[in-house]
């Protein structure tokens, strides 16, 4: 297991698990808010939609496409 900041929340998810995974396991599975004020989550699972878009680090990125590493900073986007 490793531990990491999904936003401003310690959670702690399995070593190889995607952040993707991570929206799922700590919260709604969202990643962001849509201009029209709609959650947003993952579709596609491969990082053509990008609609898993989060900040990690202060990095804009694809959960899907990223594995969870120790002390990561994860923010949605609402």
């Given at each position: 297991?490793?531990?990491?900041?999904?936003?401003?929340l310690a959670l702690r998810v399995a070593a190889g698990s995607t952040v993707?995974?991570?929206?799922?396991?700590?919260?709604?599975?969202?990643?962001?808010?849509s201009v029209g004020?709609?959650?947003?989550?993952?579709?596609?699972?491969m990082g053509i939609c990008q609609e898993c878009r989060?900040?990690?680090?202060g990095q804009r990125r694809l959960a899907c496409q990223t594995l969870c590493q120790p002390g990561m900073c994860v923010e949605t986007h609402a």
């Open positions: 297991m490793i531990e990491l900041i999904l936003d401003g993707a995974a991570a929206l799922y396991l700590g919260g709604d599975g969202s990643s962001r808010t004020d709609q959650r947003r989550a993952p579709v596609c699972g989060v900040s990690i680090d």
